[in-house]
């Protein structure tokens, strides 16, 4: 039903907006800035900091403009003296409490809360007085806390209660002593967390951040004993162009190509190379399931925080998940052996560094089942952010660089790998294989829009080999702890699911390059990125993994055929009951 029209004025502009709107909403439609700190669109919005009031004629006192709804005929002023005065003055008292050691800060440069103080002029703090002790939690593999630079604003809180749903931190004691932290104040490493990293994308400042292996991969590159690999994911070359004010989500898939070079790797590879392999493996366990009648639904395995959730949440659903590696971890294994023992390469002589939009990846690689052989499939893992500090320490000036080409033979991916980065992505990769396989035939139609877009469950049924196939697609683990009830139930209607646990998928991973509050309230952020995977894929001349002819050459020299013993020792794992720890 529509809402009934509300007019009023802002700063002199007048304004139609619907009943129900914020007065922030209201200015932005017309380009009005009003500045905020803790608001952060549909998850923080409680108005807590202040930073938002504006004068509203013929009231007392000022309104907190992300809360405040608009009533017909207000008249707003947003930049009065009184108004200035009280955003001066929740500024000075955020500050007065904070380690103000902007130049070493890992967000100096892209912290909302600099960004204000520059913008208002601080020059001293009026307030400035005792701080609290600083104190570090980087045991976990994947996410450091900074106590010092935390503000207080409850972003991260509210992300990982209401769209992760799993509340591994929230505020603990009180009054001056007020932080965020974890039942307990445990380390997050023995938290629930899931090491999803989207409180590091939510974060205004630097107190969240992931946990660099910068120092430990330039140490190797500069090591000439040994062979430097680098891989990159779908994801990043569609985020990575941000870091140096490009367009959001353009391509800078030959410049990224080119950078990493200059960094010194031996060899750059292609993490959809590793995805068409995952996708190879996957479509030949679904089928297998089918015709074998194995446990039903499938659920991918791709995503390293989906799969901890999973450990933690729903240790008797375990036999759901796909035993496949996510396809960075696969790659890694074939490197250190397809690739070490047809080049004549000692294995342990080869560094691999994984360039990830994900920081539970950091996470995956540490785990003692990613492994054959005694050796680790991957060495170290990188973020989009990561990647883009280390380009700007070599001082390349990334937007002159020449565009590069992967290195053969495994730089050859399809389009059906590079839609791995997006929600429903995989599902949709996998679908062209698996129908292909059933169907006995070069299926045509290998477009599966409806598992694409932003929705957070998607639902589809197709009609494959004259069977029904009902598949749901999901991204964000709020709504994967509602699709597993319905498994662990046995209410469930799928045979195949799709599980991100970041909302929007890899390209909205917690390794991304990180947007303003104002950012992600007025752009879709994740079409963007989205929309470059897809274009990637619809300009591929091959679509299909399968079809993928250095994928069939290393399966006919080394692995013989999907699922193979072989397959199964360097591409499958197994997965691990994990204690639950939770805030009461």
């Not at 392999?277 to 989906?306: Q, Y």
């Amino acid at each position: 039903m529509k809402k009934n029209l509300v007019h009023l004025t802002i700063d002199g502009k007048p304004v139609e907006v619907e009943e129900g709107t914020t007065i922030l909403e209201a200015a932005r439609k017309i380009s009005i800035d009003i500045p905020t700190l803790c608001f952060l669109k549909d998850i923080n919005e409680n108005g807590d900091c202040r930073m938002c009031v504006v004068s509203v004629e013929g009231r007392r006192g000022l309104a907190t403009s992300c809360i405040q709804k608009v009533e017909e005929g207000m008249v707003v002023k947003t930049n009065t003296p009184e108004v200035m005065s009280a955003r001066k003055m929740v500024l000075d008292l955020t500050l007065s409490n904070h380690h103000r050691d902007c130049l070493t800060c890992i967000r100096n440069g892209n912290c909302e809360l600099q960004a204000l103080a520059i913008k208002y002029n601080v020059q001293n703090v009026k307030y400035d007085g005792e701080k609290l002790e600083p104190k570090i939690d980087d045991k976990s593999p994947s996410i450091v806390r900074d106590f010092k630079k935390c503000i207080l604003c409850r972003r991260c809180v509210s992300t990982c209660k209401k769209v992760q749903d799993i509340g591994a931190i929230d505020v603990t004691q009180r009054g001056f002593s007020s932080c965020v932290s974890t039942v307990d104040n445990v380390s997050l490493k023995d938290s629930n967390c899931v090491y999803c990293g989207q409180c590091i994308e939510s974060c205004p400042t630097g107190a969240l951040h992931e946990k660099e292996e910068i120092d430990k991969v330039w140490e190797k590159l500069y090591d000439d004993s040994i062979i430097k690999i680098a891989q990159t994911a779908p994801a990043v070359r569609a985020g990575l162009g941000e870091e140096f004010n490009i367009a959001l989500g353009e391509n800078v898939q030959g410049k990224m190509v080119t950078a990493l070079k200059r960094l010194g790797f031996d060899k750059v590879f292609d993490t959809n190379t590793g995805a068409d392999f995952t996708i190879m493996e996957e479509a030949n366990e679904f089928v297998d399931r089918i015709k074998e009648k194995g446990t039903l639904p499938m659920v991918t395995s791709c995503c390293p925080a989906w799969v901890r959730f999973a450990e933690k949440n729903f240790p008797s659903e375990l036999p759901h998940l796909s035993t496949c590696k996510s396809p960075h971890q696969m790659f890694g294994a074939i490197i250190k052996s397809y690739y070490a023992k047809k080049y004549n390469v000692d294995p342990s002589k080869i560094f691999l560094v994984s360039i990830m939009p994900c920081i539970a990846k950091k996470y995956e690689a540490t785990r003692p089942e990613m492994e054959a052989d005694g050796i680790r499939d991957v060495d170290s893992v990188i973020t989009t952010r990561e990647l883009a500090r280390m380009i700007k320490q070599k001082d390349l000036e990334f937007t002159t660089l020449e565009e590069s080409e992967f290195d053969d033979p495994m730089g050859e991916a399809t389009g059906a790998g590079a839609i791995f980065g997006t929600t429903g992505g995989v599902m949709e990769a996998a679908l062209r294989t698996a129908a292909d396989v059933l169907e006995g035939t070069d299926v045509k139609e290998i477009e599966y829009k409806k598992v694409r877009g932003e929705k957070g469950i998607k639902e589809a049924t197709f009609k494959l080999a004259g069977r029904e196939l009902n598949i749901a697609v999901v991204s964000g683990l709020k709504n994967a702890r509602k699709v597993m009830n319905e498994v662990k139930e046995n209410k469930s209607k799928y045979d195949f699911i799709e599980i991100m646990a970041c909302p929007g998928g890899c390209v909205m991973g917690g390794g991304q390059p990180i947007k303003s509050s104002k950012t992600r309230a007025t752009t879709d952020v994740r079409k963007y990125r989205a929309d470059s995977l897809y274009k990637i894929d619809e300009k591929s001349k091959i679509r299909k993994s399968h079809q993928n002819p250095q994928l069939i050459k290393i399966y006919k020299e080394f692995f013989e055929k999907p699922g193979s013993k072989k397959a199964h020792k360097y591409l499958h794992t197994d997965y691990k009951k994990q204690k639950k720890y939770e805030l009461e």
